[in-house]
């Protein structure tokens, strides 16, 4: 057993972070919801993550990077260019680094593209 916290809210989520990790959670929260404001907020497998006709999309904050989770695999075949610079695993997992930019438009064009794909499965 393990004694990991447990989160109910993305505040509760962030606030565990330092301030500039905090930041670029903000960054990727915004981002999302400025695309697809129906979107609604959740804490799933313990890490912030957006409901949109189905689940949409995770994210969460790791020591040396954010862990964007687009919870489709078609994904990385629409974007297999401009995810090409990040580090990915086989599990559909991107890793944005913490000491460059957070890729904030490919973050948007993703979520636009999984709210598509969402709305089309209903």
């Avoid at 404001?37 to 189905?54: L, T, V």
């Avoid at 610079?85 to 559909?92: A, P, R, V």
Wanted: glycine share 4%; charged share 25%; aromatic share 16%.
């Amino acid at each position: 057993m393990t004694n990991r916290k447990e989160f109910n809210t993305f505040k509760d989520y962030k606030i565990e972070y330092p301030p500039e990790i905090q930041q670029r959670l903000d960054e990727i929260q915004k981002a999302i919801k400025s695309v697809v404001p129906e979107a609604k907020d959740r804490i799933s497998y313990n890490m912030p993550s957006f409901w949109f006709h189905g689940n949409l999309l995770y994210f969460g904050a790791f020591k040396n990077h954010i862990g964007f989770y687009p919870a489709s695999k078609t994904v990385f075949e629409k974007f297999k260019y401009e995810l090409s610079i990040y580090k990915q695993s086989g599990k559909g997992t991107v890793q944005f680094p913490h000491n460059k930019p957070i890729p904030l438009d490919l973050i948007k064009k993703i979520a636009l593209f999984r709210a598509n794909e969402n709305s089309q499965k209903n």
